[in-house]
């Protein structure tokens, strides 16, 4: 003889179509594979009741019982869907735009089940247009930490700042606030974990800070400029102080990875690797200069198959569109002394000394934009974030990816 106890929150009361209602009650049904009679009475078929006390009447039950999950469960399984200015995670969509004064996002969803990257907006900070906090934040092992820290990461820094009254630089409030987030993500009893970029804009300078991945570059006169550095468990550096806290690293899929799981160093959360993935930032600050164009954050499925040098050519060529001004013969006539059109190009030495005082006397190029544009500066910022997005999808990438391009000329941040 097998039998089988099948324990359940509800009681199954058959009705004459044969469905069923759930009480709040708890029973437990016996299944036995002895043969037994069925012995069950003309007026109870005709009625519907049967008698669930009778192992003949379970053996004979075609429909199984209802499982009724715990509403938090539920919850958890929800799709949400949010789709706001200032935090943005897409659900059921493959990508998603947005652009604001002077700053575009575009978000591509990759081959997970569900988009893992969000961004932060706050184009006026304390109510100074001048002052802004942007962010992008890429999330692993589910979305809960990437969206905790887009919501709560700006507000600490800046109730840090005000709190110290001058007593610590803006350096040492954006780690401590790094740091707060992180143990106010791990106080929740969630597992995932986020890597994430910021930039804080004051009106002279530029906060950048990283952990994990994702980066920052800095289009400096056309020129990039990486201003954050990628925490992997490939660097030795952060492979050695790993080992020394007695953790270890070992390849696993084709990486290093911490413990084998975790492929960055450094993030917002992951509770289980907390004693040696930390949540301290890298943080550098730079004044702005009127070279400076813009700044490009994006999460790692960006960097992995596009180099830094090429993002921000494919953004300039992109925003400069139809008002690209090249540099032809014509530049020459600057000079008189080369005013002739029958006469040759000068000297190689000659032609760099003159392009040399066409860059000075030039805006940068986003300036020209400004003051030669046909179509709103932020639609061009867009469409280069869609251009990086799918220039890394054609080179193969699955990742998630979320691309900022943030323009330093706008409202004369930099001027």
Known sequence: MVSISVHTDENVTPLNNGSNTTNSTSTTHSISSSPVSSNISSSNRCSGVVDTTKTSDSLKRKRPLKIQLPSSILREIQI????????MTVEDQQS?????LGVG???????????????????????????????????HGGRKAAEFAAEHLHQNILKI??????TMTIEEAVKAAY???????????LGSGTCCVTCLVEEKSIVVSNVGDCRAVLCRGGVAESLTIDHRVEEEWERRRIEKKGGYVEIHRGAWRVHGIL??????????????????????????????????L??????????????VDTALRVCLGPDKVELTNDCWKEDDEFACENTSPPTKSRRISLVKQQKVKSHSPLQQIK????????????AACKELVNLAVTRGSLDDITVMIIDLHHLGWNS
């Open 96 to 100: 998603f735009e947005y652009m604001d």
């Open 263 to 296: 492929s960055v160093s450094r993030s917002i959360g992951d509770a289980h690797l907390k004693d040696w993935v930390l949540a301290e930032p890298d943080t550098k600050t730079l004044d702005l200069t009127p070279e400076m164009d813009f700044i490009v």
């Open 161 to 166: 700042l005000e709190k110290s009254a001058g």
């Open 105 to 139: 996002v575009f978000c591509k969803k990759g081959k997970k089940k569900f988009m893992e990257d969000t961004y932060k907006i706050v184009s006026s900070l304390n109510g100074n247009p001048k002052k802004g906090f942007y962010g992008v934040y890429d999330g």
């Open 80 to 87: 949400e869907k949010i789709k706001t200015k200032d935090n």
């Open 179 to 189: 740091l707060k987030t992180d143990d106010e993500f791990l106080e929740q009893g």
């Open 298 to 311: 994006a999460s790692d499925g960006l960097w992995d198959k596009v180099e830094n040098q090429e993002v």
């Open 371 to 382: 003051h030669n544009r046909k179509r709103p500066i932020s639609n061009r910022l867009v």
